[in-house]
């Protein structure tokens, strides 16, 4: 039986110049952008990827009555806090649960990257903790990541690296494009999801994460604590999941077991609760600033950045090794109008690295490129031929996805309040933060030519 049919074009007169009202997702219908850096208001807050079964409208970030973003308001408070006083915190947090008889005291869940090597290695040599690193395997890694990898390790970390069934990972990651869009999910799943069971195998009672999502547009009250909610890691019913915005049932009709998709399950909270299980932000204590941890990881653990720049965006260090993520980071552009460059520039314009007219600039040469350089490798990937999915490729009317498939896909992903159509110039945004701008420095920055 079809489940999902092949992607149709869909009716392009509801994209048409004058008709804009119908917003998707539960995005707010009037656009606006950030007068501080240059996020939009249709940017989506993070939220248990678990409960999403894409019916459900999105939180989004909040604009205040000066049209200044919660993370932009975040940044600002950052520069009154106290930061020696969170450093004692934090030292004092490490005296509680130190451990001096060879077990691990805390986990650090991470790619090595420039972020989680920064976060290991202040843990065990400034704080004196015993971390134990772990990491959710890529999609497909890039050579670059799996070299960073293999970095963080050999700065002298143990590191368990859980890398899922290929089968099971391929299909909810079609699963998760078909139903959401969204082909990083099942990564997303596995990382939030990996830490915490691997803290109550190894008694650790204490997981560290790094930057508080609060500094990328979740609420500002978000701030105000170090421990992050145990909503994103566990819930308490089968009822509640959704992996690839699929129902558990429906994977069983798709030919998986519980043993196939438990990997990517949130544990059951009263393990948490048994265990005394904490979960931290690295960022409330220390002042996260994302370039200075880039440097930070060159400096004490070899890391390297990509010898080219990612496909939509500038930058060469941040999220650079999974092969999917350039994907990814196209289908934010398709459902919110917000590419790689843009969540890109606002962070880079908050933490004062660039001017605001600098990222407009960028955002107007980069956002939105097609991710061509890893494209066929990635649409193998999501194809599910019958010889490797007997059961599952049934359900699908066509099984093997190539760029006509995906264009038609992304079609229907469009909201009209985003998005125009006209057949002489193409898909355009209805708004662009640099619709109108004059700026002399911005079109300075414009001409720069990127990495070679």
């Known amino acids: 039986?079809?489940?999902?049919?092949?992607?149709?074009?869909?009716d392009k007169s509801r994209f048409s110049e004058g008709n804009s009202?119908?917003?998707l997702y539960g995005l707010p219908s009037e656009v606006k952008f950030c007068k501080s850096c240059v996020i939009?208001?249709?940017r989506p807050s993070s939220t248990p990827e678990f409960k999403n079964d894409g019916k459900s409208p999105k939180q989004t970030i909040n604009f205040d009555e000066n049209q200044i973003c919660d993370a932009c308001n975040v940044a600002h408070k950052k520069n009154d806090i106290d930061w020696e006083e969170r450093e004692k915190e934090l030292?004092?947090?490490?005296?509680?649960?130190r451990r001096e008889d060879g077990r691990y005291d805390c986990l650090v869940p991470g790619s090595g990257g420039k972020d989680s090597f920064m976060q290991a290695h202040l843990l065990?040599?400034?704080?004196?903790?015993?971390?134990?690193?772990?990491?959710?395997?890529p999609h497909i890694y890039t050579d670059w990541g799996w070299k960073n990898h293999q970095a963080w390790i050999h700065a002298g970390f143990d590191n368990i690296l859980?890398?899922?069934?290929?089968?099971?990972?391929?299909?909810?990651?079609?699963l998760a494009v078909e139903n959401l869009l969204h082909p990083f999910q099942p990564f997303i799943l596995g990382q939030k999801n990996l830490g915490p069971k691997l803290a109550v195998l190894y008694d650790i009672p204490l997981i560290f994460y790094g930057e508080n999502e609060a500094e990328y547009g979740n609420p500002q009250a978000d701030m105000s604590k170090a421990q992050r909610s145990w909503?994103?890691?566990s819930a308490a019913s089968e009822d509640q999941i959704y992996l690839g915005g699929a129902s558990l049932s429906e994977l069983r009709n798709l030919g998986l077991k519980p043993v196939d998709w438990d990997p990517y399950v949130p544990i059951n909270p009263s393990l948490i609760k048994e265990k005394k299980i904490e979960v931290h932000y690295l960022g409330y204590y220390e002042k996260w600033h994302p370039q200075n941890a880039y440097y930070y990881s060159i400096a004490h653990g070899g890391f390297q950045s990509a010898p080219e720049r990612t496909a939509g965006t500038y930058s060469t260090y941040n999220s650079i090794d999974d092969r999917i993520d350039d994907f990814h980071y196209h289908t934010t552009w398709i459902k919110f109008g917000i590419g790689r460059a843009t969540y890109d520039a606002a962070q880079e314009v908050r933490s004062g690295d660039i001017l605001r007219e600098e990222g407009i600039a960028l955002i107007r040469k980069y956002d939105g490129e097609f991710p061509q350089r890893w494209s066929e490798e990635i649409f193998n990937y999501l194809s599910l031929p019958e010889s490797d999915f007997p059961v599952a490729s049934r359900a699908f009317e066509n099984p093997i996805f190539d760029k006509t498939y995906y264009t038609n896909l992304c079609e229907s992903f469009r909201s009209p309040h985003l998005w125009k159509y006209d057949s002489i110039s193409g898909w355009k945004l209805r708004h662009s933060i640099f619709d109108g701008s004059s700026d002399s420095q911005e079109f300075v920055a414009d001409e720069w030519a990127g990495n070679i």
């Open 1 to 10: 039986m079809v489940i999902y049919p092949y992607p149709r074009p869909i």
């Open 21 to 23: 009202s119908e917003a």
């Open 40 to 42: 939009s208001n249709q």
């Open 91 to 97: 030292q004092e947090l490490c005296n509680r649960y």
């Open 124 to 137: 065990k040599t400034k704080y004196r903790m015993n971390p134990l690193t772990c990491t959710w395997a």
């Open 162 to 174: 859980f890398t899922p069934n290929g089968r099971v990972h391929r299909l909810i990651t079609r």
């Open 231 to 233: 909503d994103y890691f």
